[in-house]
T-cell receptor, first 115, second 110 residues
Framework: KAGVTQTPRYLIKTRGQQVTLSCSPISGHRSVSWYQQTPGQGLQFLFEYFSETQRNKGNFPGRFSGRQFSNSRSEMNVSTLELGDSALYLC?????WGAGNSPLHFGNGTRLTVT | QQPVQSPQAVILREGEDAVINCSSSKALYSVHWYRQKHGEAPVFLMILLKGGEQKGHDKISASFNEKKQQSSLYLTASQLSYSGTYFCGTETDAGNMLTFGGGTRLMVKP
């Protein structure tokens, strides 16, 4: 079974630009969640989608948005990039929504560098 | 609110034991444990649900004390492959997502 696939692996953008990250979950998984990982802040929850609906949202500004398609693939968009947005963005898929008894399966992440 | 993990870092010799703690200021519904090796994705270890249970596989086990709102991860007879950063993730209500602790960096030396 293929794991969670995130593309691209690396991105370099300039302040003010926007970026779109993609995540393909494990086949059969309907929940996709996004996390930002930085050395100082650790793993910060961005949002979770299940069946194309946002179920949970973290404390990030509106510049961070996402969506999920009918095939469960998800995209995350960051507009008006700031230097502080430089981070590893991890996508995780699971069978059900919410944490509960559903393990998260993480992708290898997209490393975003904002200059 | 983010759970607090302790210690922040630990160095072991092969064969030694370690305990990593995860404490929350809120009542917990579930606790997840993950391990992340450098440059890799976090990998699921185990989930403990409300009800105060203990789980384990191989030489890694965990407990969940609902009353104390904390969980502990036990690594016995550590192996080199146990090196990495361990994260606990806590869920305060059913249906919420995980809030992760700051991580515990574990290094096992030969």
């Amino acid at each position: 079974k293929a794991g969670v696939t995130q593309t691209p692996r690396y991105l370099i953008k300039t302040r003010g630009q926007q970026v779109t990250l993609s995540c393909s979950p494990i086949s059969g998984h309907r929940s996709v969640s996004w996390y930002q990982q930085t050395p100082g802040q650790g793993l910060q929850f961005l949002f979770e989608y299940f069946s194309e609906t946002q179920r949970n949202k973290g404390n990030f500004p509106g510049r961070f948005s996402g969506r999920q398609f009918s095939n469960s693939r998800s995209e995350m968009n960051v507009s008006t990039l700031e230097l502080g947005d430089s981070a590893l963005y991890l996508c995780a898929s699971s069978l059900g929504w919410g944490a509960g008894n559903s393990p998260l399966h993480f992708g290898n992440g997209t490393r975003l560098t904002v200059t | 609110q983010q759970p607090v993990q302790s210690p922040q870092a630990v160095i072991l010799r092969e064969g030694e034991d370690a305990v990593i703690n995860c404490s929350s200021s809120k009542a917990l519904y579930s606790v997840h444990w993950y391990r992340q090796k450098h440059g890799e994705a976090p990998v699921f270890l185990m989930i403990l649900l409300k009800g105060g249970e203990q789980k384990g596989h191989d030489k890694i086990s965990a407990s969940f004390n609902e009353k104390k709102q904390q969980s502990s991860l036990y690594l016995t007879a550590s192996q080199l492959s146990y090196s990495g950063t361990y994260f606990c993730g806590t869920e305060t209500d059913a249906g919420n997502m995980l809030t992760f602790g700051g991580g515990t960096r574990l290094m096992v030396k030969p």
